[in-house]
C-alpha cells in the first residue's frame, strides 16, 4: 500500500513540474495567433491542390477555424507555391560516410483579399530537421525520410498559419 501512495504521489509531482515549466505536447496549447474572425473564409490557390502539402495546409487552417469556400464567396485567397526539398550532409563517420543529414523544407506564400489585391506580401517559410544515418540501413533511412517529410509539411503549413495569424492581427 505505501509503495503504491508514494508512485502516486511520485506521479502527481512529475505533473506538478512539467506543468510548471511550461512543458505541454506538441501540438496541443496555443498555437499561436488565431486568425481574426474576417480571415477565417479563404480559399486556397495552389498549382497542385491534391499534394500532400496542401493537403496538410487545408487540415491545419481548419484545425483553427478557417474554412475553406470557393474563390467568390472568399474573403482571402492564401496564394501557396509548391514545397521545396532539400536534403545535405552535415557530417562524416571515420569510414567517409554520411553520418548526420539535414532535411530542409520551403514554401513561398502570399495572401491577397477578394479584390485581388496583395495584402500579405510573398513570404518564405522553412523548416529543418537534423537526423542521423546508418549508412548500413538504407531502407530505414527512406522510411525515416518519409516520416520526417510528412512531419514537416505539418509543421510548414503551422508556421504558414502563425505568420499569417500575426500579420492579420497586427494589420486588424
Same mark, same amino acid.
Given at each position: 500500500?505505501?509503495?503504491?501512495?508514494?508512485?502516486?504521489?511520485?506521479?502527481?509531482?512529475?505533473?506538478?513540474?512539467?506543468?510548471?515549466?511550461? @512543458?505541454? %505536447?506538441?501540438?496541443?496549447?496555443?498555437?499561436?495567433?488565431?486568425?481574426?474572425?474576417?480571415?477565417? +473564409? $479563404?480559399?486556397?490557390?495552389?498549382?497542385?491542390?491534391?499534394?500532400? *502539402?496542401?493537403?496538410?495546409?487545408?487540415?491545419? @487552417?481548419?484545425?483553427?477555424?478557417?474554412?475553406?469556400?470557393?474563390?467568390?464567396?472568399?474573403?482571402?485567397? %492564401?496564394?501557396?507555391?509548391?514545397?521545396? @526539398? +532539400?536534403?545535405?550532409?552535415?557530417?562524416?563517420?571515420?569510414?567517409?560516410?554520411?553520418?548526420?543529414? !539535414?532535411?530542409?523544407?520551403?514554401?513561398? @506564400?502570399?495572401?491577397?483579399?477578394?479584390?485581388?489585391? !496583395?495584402? $500579405?506580401?510573398?513570404?518564405?517559410? +522553412?523548416?529543418?530537421?537534423?537526423? !542521423?544515418? /546508418?549508412?548500413?540501413?538504407?531502407?530505414?533511412?527512406? /522510411?525515416?525520410?518519409?516520416?520526417?517529410?510528412? &512531419?514537416?509539411?505539418? &509543421?510548414?503549413?503551422?508556421?504558414?498559419?502563425?505568420?499569417?495569424? *500575426? *500579420?492579420?492581427? +497586427?494589420? /486588424?
Amino acid at each position: 500500500m505505501n509503495r503504491r501512495l508514494a508512485r502516486l504521489t511520485l506521479a502527481l509531482a512529475v505533473t506538478c513540474l512539467l506543468g510548471a515549466c511550461g @512543458f505541454q %505536447l506538441r501540438g496541443t496549447g496555443d498555437q499561436g495567433a488565431a486568425l481574426p474572425a474576417a480571415w477565417r +473564409s $479563404m480559399y486556397l490557390v495552389t498549382g497542385n491542390p491534391n499534394a500532400e *502539402f496542401s493537403q496538410a495546409v487545408r487540415q491545419v @487552417f481548419a484545425t483553427d477555424g478557417v474554412v475553406w469556400t470557393d474563390k467568390a464567396t472568399a474573403g482571402y485567397s %492564401l496564394v501557396l507555391g509548391p514545397e521545396r @526539398f +532539400s536534403q545535405s550532409n552535415l557530417s562524416l563517420n571515420a569510414e567517409a560516410r554520411v553520418s548526420q543529414l !539535414e532535411l530542409t523544407m520551403q514554401a513561398k @506564400f502570399a495572401v491577397v483579399d477578394a479584390s485581388g489585391n !496583395e495584402v $500579405m506580401p510573398e513570404a518564405t517559410a +522553412s523548416v529543418q530537421v537534423q537526423m !542521423e544515418n /546508418d549508412p548500413r540501413n538504407a531502407m530505414g533511412k527512406g /522510411d525515416e525520410i518519409r516520416i520526417h517529410k510528412s &512531419e514537416m509539411r505539418t &509543421e510548414l503549413a503551422r508556421q504558414i498559419l502563425r505568420r499569417i495569424g *500575426f *500579420f492579420a492581427n +497586427s494589420h /486588424d
